[in-house]
């Protein structure tokens, strides 16, 4: 990747804010730490408040400077002078959410800090107002069709400003949002990415950048500045692109350089075990965090998850009273208490904790289909498929809801039907295997066995999650007659329970040692044979079983039949099997034969 | 009194708003006066106008949107009606007339713009699936199906009054429709899964209805096998037991087209379609009368009767320019209609009016561009006029380099058209052994027409290499076939291939018996060529048969013979097959000479070594060739 080559001129801005060029490395903290504070300073000044608490966040996890290092405030250029009265004005209003009123006191100044609370001012008014507006609308048919008026306006003062170069970092930002809201995507990250050389400092364009790349492809022709910056960023879109190998690879790299003491890295190492399904580390991570940052509500929502999934119940009720406690009206604070309400069975009142989050943040798509997971436990279908049909439109690589619907239908007894939903999630995530039992399940259920043993197989090369991959690929392959196979499988499957070490029990290891022992029985394998029997006995289900078979195996031994020895079983392969057991094992592609989307 | 409603209608729903949203309609109001100012104006918002006043307007609002497409973002959205209008005109469009439609791209373009406004108008999802579907878009397609039904099972379920009902139903008619799909696209096994599922459901719930569809979609997809005429008149039944017309008299043509491929008798065909037409016009299901003359003129061809089948093709033509005239919906771009021209098309070239089936053929690109459905079969009829074309000139090469096209849309008949140019070129080995897997491929296929062609090219193939007597009973066994089948084209057809045996075992008076038999539906109903061809065969048996007679009996029958070469010269020439006119004018040239006519002898003489330059030589005994 060229990326110190940039695409377009940079603007001369370096006169209004000296320090703003930044390096590749992470040699000197001392300056990092500088530019932190100087940008944070920036951004709040400009009423850019995200931005200024991720920079002031990551500023904090640093270490103090001292006295003689601290930065003097950037030098005030005589059109900043000028515009003081103005501005000390219309920031006094734009604190108080007066946007019209700001932009007004506003017009007609010339520095660029001024301009750029002009412009946000009347950006946000828009904002404000089509908010508003929502509220009442004229009637059903105008759902969708209140738009920030300002927007045409906005985009055609900037664009003009953009051609004759007068924009600085900010303009540009500024200029990107406007264009991203008016769907004009290829164009707005053209100029972002012109923003993230002018400025690289600001988070905020970095984070707009990540919510518009799409894949990987997209990422690897982004010809972005050199700077440190970049890491951050890099690790954020990792994440978000699910590569979450590569994402905690940067995010090590972060805190090994000295950022481990950053909430913001923190959490992100937890969202991104959570991605992958690593509970245990996540949740303690996040407990870990908790400790450090008690009042923080930002990703409660995914520890809220993590909570749910492990089912702790008072730890979950703790975080929601907590949570409650800090902010009740925040999407995080409803999404977890939709979760202990889920928890409790009591899906009517979690279902309406989620639409208060969705009446809080309508494009928070986490609590849409986390809504159609309630009405699914209400058996309320169509209200499910409705919801998640929200969540993807809200956004289309929701996997969850693509695999929310597939169940939806799967339990409407459809299970053609949902194939075409569990294809949809299964392209999402690749390598998740519940995705691919499910699509197996389907397929089993349509009776086309080779297609559903291809995807139980493939479940189990990239890591089964539930473990219940091999022993339904073993009981296709028993239907099937292919004993050979079966019994490979459930041997495998033996070996991965035990290789685990897990006390959970495994409903399926008496089946599978049941089959096993049958099997070798068969085969005339006797030593084997009366293991697995022996093994049989200790489950409740098979030990008749098991007992009958070790009297048989008993009698036909007596009888003088040589066992043969010479075949070495594989039973007990040595450990060596789990090991190439992770995730992350790569396998050729799944190909199923079918021709449909 | 009507407008005094809408008057009425627009004070409550003024009254009922609030202070925020009166003024938000007043600035919208300002707006719209704004923009329009260059219509004439006359009922104001856009969303409270009445149907009856409205319609007309917004006809002109759609002719504006087709125009500007780029502008339609900033004109604003369309109201509630406006949006219906403009789906169920584009739908209908889409099924009758398909080229008066929008473009599928600019289509899309309006579409996404009205899900954009709003979302939860889950019909534009059903008109996009449609639409997807023109430009054969597996992926999009199969997308706006099932985000259609994921959107109507949620309206279904809002109202009440439909309730659970209206939510179960949905559902069986998604999984229906998506067996449609798949069918559509050719995924025959995914499509039967899908049907699988639909009729599971729908067993479930009882409703019969959705059971027939399912039992049509079912005959449909196991067509290939011989036990679903049962399936199909069980449909029947049903369908008129549950009064679904439409269903029933589908499925009647349906019965009616696999009957008569079984071989049944036109008379009862004829019968039972008359029976259903009694049913369309009664329920006037004007598509299904279109289908129904279209199977006409399909069975009358089936059985030979070129003149029926003209006729049937015309009235189904004319009969459409009434309807239009009526004012009623005219359906211009159907299947049946395809089907018609393309018969009419072949029927015409075979009368040797080339130009009159070009016309036919440049309409029918016209009204079903390459693109669309039903393409495929005037593409595959113009491949088939243009290689016979081309074997008649003797072009061969040409020939062959159609085959490939021909393949792409038919492979059975690119396979016999093939062994056709094979067996042309002398290359005996390759075309048989071709015959010979096709003849397995059509026999496992229970395509009998095609059976008896490749036997009958078989039966030549023999007599070629000198074999007639093998060829005997491969023309026996086609003729009883295409007796059993009442084709009486291939039947006659059939007779000439064995009369011209006959001739080469050196019996030509049983020959000239059989064909006097034959003579008659040919020159009735049969292509030019085959009445030429005809023709000459009976010329060649009576020469052959003049062998014996008496000088002055000898004479005249060798005069009479003449005669017959003469017309057989003219049928020759007006489809343009040199190469037989060549064979005929030697041959009369020879009849000449023996008569001692020198000049007239020595005109044809002169023809054929005209013909005789211009023409490559194939090598093949004039006496070896029918």
Redesign the interface.
Known sequence: MAASTSVVPVPVTAAAVPVLSTNGDFSDLREIKKQLLLIAGLTRERGLLHSSKWSAELAFSLPALHLAELQPPPPITEEDAQDMDAYTLAKAYFDVKEYDRAAHFLHGCNSKKAYFLYMYSRYLSGEKKKDD?TV????P?????VKNEALRELRVELSKKHQARELDGFGLYLYGVVLRKLDLVKEAIDVFVEATHVLPLHWGAWLELCNLITDKEMLKFLSLPDTWMKEFFLAHIYTELQLIEEALQKYQNLIDVGFSKSSYIVSQIAVAYHNIRDIDKALSIFNELRKQDPYRIENMDTFSNLLYVRSMKSELSYLAHNLCEIDKYRVETCCVIGNYYSLRSQHEKAALYFQRALKLNPRYLGAWTLMGHEYMEMKN???A??AY?HAI?VNKRDYRAWYG?GQTYEI??????CL??YRRAHQLRPNDSRMLVALGECYEK?NQLVEAKKCYWRAYAVGDVEKMALVKLAKLHEQLTESEQAAQCYIKYIQDIYSCGEIVEHLEESTAFRYLAQYYFKCKLWDEASTCAQKCCAFNDTREEGKALLRQILQLRNQGETPTTEIPAPFFLPASLSANNTPTRRVSPLNLS???? | MKRGLFLRHMILAYSKLSFSQVFKLYTALQQYFQSGEKKAVEDADMELTSREEGERKMEKEELDVSVREEEVSCSGPLSQKQAEFFLSQQASLLKNDETKALTPASLQKELNNLLKFNPDFAEAHYLSYLNNLRVQDVFSSTHSLLHYFDRLILTGAESKSNGEEGYGRSLRYAALNLAALHCRFGHYQQAELALQEAIRIAQESNDHVCLQHCLSWLYVLGQKRSDSYVLLEHSVKKAVHFGLPYLASLGIQSLVQQRAFAGKTANKLMDALKDSDLLHWKHSLSELIDISIAQKTAIWRLYGRSTMALQQAQMLLSMNSLESVNGGVQQNNTESFAVALCHLAELHAEQGCFAAASEVLKHLKERFPPNSQHAQLWMLCDQKIQFDRAMNDGKFHLADSLVTGITALNSMEGVYRKAVVLQAQNQMTEAHKLLQKLLTHCQKMKNTEMVISVLLSVAELYWRSSSPTIALPVLLQALALSKEYRLQYLASETVLNLAFAQLILGIPEQALSLLHMAIEPVLADGAILDKGRAMFLVAKCQVASAASYEPPKKAEALEAAIENLNEAKNYFAKVDCKERIRDVVYFQARLYHTLGKTQERNRCAMLFRQLHQELPSHGVPLINHL
């Not at chain 1, 409407?412 to 039907?417: A, D, E, Q, V």
């Not at chain 1, 079918?594 to 989307?597: E, H, K, L, Y």
């Open positions: 507006e009442d609308s004229l009637g048919l105008e759902k969708g069709q279908t169509s209200a498929i409705q049909r439109e619907l409407l007894k459809m299970p053609f039907y075409y939903y349509l079918s021709v449909t989307p």
